[in-house]
């Protein structure tokens, strides 16, 4: 199998203090990449080939400087874009703060869309590049209490799923992820759910990610849709 090397491959990842986007940076430097990690906060990773550069997703100058510096640094060169950061805020519609509403689009969408927008030229040109989105199967399917973070997972499905189309022939490769219930620091705003044991480990996300990332070039995941297998436990632990 021609797989790709990622050794000296430069990715970026936005939001990496923590959870999912915190493992992938790690298993990305372990096969070799140079790594960017764009956030409000550092990650507890010292390694020779990581940099942070402080960048809130929202703001579109941010992420601009952001990336100016990566190119910069980089001869203008990105392989991977991972948009990882997101957050989430629950309640009913109607109770739901429109300051909320607004912050969750304005990382969960507008962010994906100001960070895939800066790295397109660069990957057009060298007709090579993986983008990967990060949704969630509330992009597949609603729940109560979720509507305005489905909205924007959804917005995100439908992005990456009309980007793919746009880019393909340009040997870019746009993957979106929807993964069930992972354990990590996202459930901080829930009134109800509290992360446990039977989630996905978000190391593992990771690694599902770094997989279908070395996958030989002819090969496109479009989408991913991952799931604990037992969400509750194993059926005797239930009895
Ligand atoms: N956990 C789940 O069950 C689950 C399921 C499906 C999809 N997802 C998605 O997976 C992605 C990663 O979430 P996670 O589970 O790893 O949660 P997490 O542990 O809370 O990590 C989220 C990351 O996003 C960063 N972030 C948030 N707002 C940002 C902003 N404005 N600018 C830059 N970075 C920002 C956070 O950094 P700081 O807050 O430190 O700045 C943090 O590093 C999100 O898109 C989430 O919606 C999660």
């Not at 995941?221 to 005797?236: D, H, S, W």
Request: charged content about 20%.
């Amino acid at each position: 199998m021609n797989s790709i090397n990622l050794e000296g491959q430069v990715a970026v990842i936005t939001g990496v203090s923590k959870g999912i986007g915190h493992h992938l940076c790690a298993q990305l430097l372990d096969k070799g990449a140079v790594v960017y990690g764009l956030g409000r906060n550092a990650p507890e990773l010292n390694h020779e080939k990581f940099r942070f550069i402080i960048c809130d997703v929202r703001d579109a100058s941010d992420v601009q400087a952001a990336f100016d510096q990566v190119f910069q640094e980089q001869n203008g060169k990105v392989d991977i874009l991972v948009n990882n950061a997101g957050l989430g805020y629950f309640g009913f519609c109607e109770t739901l703060p429109l300051e909320q509403w607004d912050e969750l689009f304005a990382t969960n969408v507008n962010g994906v869309f100001y960070c895939t927008r800066a790295v397109l030229p660069g990957m057009k040109q060298r007709q090579y590049g993986q983008i990967v989105n990060i949704s969630s199967i509330a992009g597949l399917e609603g729940y109560q209490q979720v509507s305005a973070y489905c909205a924007t997972k959804f917005a995100v499905r439908g992005f990456s799923d009309a980007l793919y189309k746009e880019v393909r022939d340009e040997g870019i490769r746009v993957t979106c992820v929807y993964p069930g219930s992972v354990k990590t620091d996202f459930f901080r705003n829930s009134p109800s759910i509290k992360p446990h044991d039977y989630m996905l480990d978000p190391v593992d996300v990771a690694h599902a990610i770094l997989n279908f990332l070395q996958m030989p070039k002819n090969f496109h995941t479009v989408n991913l849709e991952i799931r604990p297998l037992q969400p509750k436990g194993p059926k005797a632990a239930n009895n």
